[in-house]
């Protein structure tokens, strides 16, 4: 599902949550009315706790206020190809100011945090603050196609894929990389290396101890970061991801062959193979020369029992 698209069903799940929430407060207003026309007789104990009338972090009528503050912001800002810097006047340079100031607050403890893991934790108890300006920043951004340079949601980008959260992070990345963001001053890195080398180095992590990595977030990373320049190093690495989780997805169908297609196993190593021979074209030291010879042998071996017009996309 696109992130157009994805985005779409949300707004009209939301709209649909504001319409049962002002349902359900008209309804509470005509409860409380009768309330008041009847003698306070409820005991202490059956009253509801704090808990239950307490609101989220960030409620619709929220919601709706940063949609409004985003297309503000981008009304204010000149239209163009690269997302132009945001108006420094009105409410909603105001509101984006206190953002960043509470996210300086946030970045202020984080450093005061040794523990990556510690890090990690922080990160994913403070993010859900900045989640309304995300959503509704990307939801407009796809109603108008336009955007402006935002600090704050660059940041929020790369905290996703601190946390893991590499749906979101890449939600963030195809807007980063569409209306051409700058990352913060800290990074000496473009936008589509941070990117493609957060998410391959995380996958490579994972199958140095032996851990599955969402194929599709490495496919979606390469198409996102395709058409743009970096190093071949990087793109090598991602290559290699691909190569390694396309092989232990072979490895699963082989031990469970009825779970999926057939010619699954031999169409995934066939895939993972051209990753690999990717990965040593731009990279001679990339580490995967034995990896191609134990392929190229496994493919040779059981080329006789693939499936005629298996298609190797099938794997992908």
């Known amino acids: 599902m696109s992130l157009a698209h994805r985005k779409k069903q949300e707004k009209l799940a939301r709209i649909a949550a504001e319409q049962e929430e002002a349902q359900a407060s008209v309804a509470a207003e005509r409860a409380a009315k009768a309330s008041k026309a009847k003698p306070a007789t409820t005991a202490f104990s059956e009253r509801p706790a704090a808990s239950d009338t307490a609101r ?15 297309r503000s912001a981008i009304d204010g800002a000149s239209a163009g190809d690269v997302a132009p810097e945001r108006p420094t006047d009105g409410p909603e340079a105001t509101e984006y100011e206190l953002l960043l100031a509470s996210l300086g607050e946030d970045m ?18 403070m993010i859900d603050r900045y989640t309304p300006h995300v959503d509704a920043t990307l939801e407009e951004a796809i109603e ?21 959260d590499y749906t979101i992070a890449l939600d963030i990345a195809e807007h980063v990389l569409r209306f051409g963001l700058r990352l913060p001053e800290r990074f000496q890195r473009t936008p589509a290396t941070l ?7 995380a996958a490579l992590t994972a199958a140095k101890i032996d851990k599955d990595f969402p194929l599709p977030v490495l496919q979606r990373t390469d198409q996102l ?22 092989v232990r997805e072979a490895v699963a169908a082989d031990a469970d062959p009825e779970s999926v297609p057939a010619g699954a196993a031999f169409a995934a190593r066939k895939a993972a193979l051209n990753q690999f021979q ?7 030291k990339i580490g995967v020369v034995k990896d191609i010879e134990r392929l190229a042998a496994w493919l ?3 080329a006789a029992a693939e499936p005629a017009g298996q298609d190797e996309e099938a794997a992908e």
């Open 108 to 125: 202020r403890r984080l450093k005061g945090i040794q523990s990556t893991e510690g890090k990690i934790a922080a990160k994913r108890e």
């Open 144 to 164: 108008i196609g336009q955007a402006v340079q935002d600090e704050l949601l660059v940041n929020m980008m790369i905290w996703r894929f601190d946390i893991g």
């Open 225 to 246: 970061t395709a058409d743009f320049d970096m190093p071949d190093a990087v793109r090598a690495k991602l290559a290699k991801a691909q190569g390694q989780q396309l």
């Open 56 to 70: 989220p972090a960030f409620s619709l009528a929220q919601r709706s206020r940063q949609q409004k503050l985003a």
């Open 195 to 201: 990117i493609a080398e957060e998410v391959a180095e």
């Open 278 to 284: 990717r990965a040593l074209g731009l990279e001679s």
């Open 300 to 302: 040779n071996k059981h």
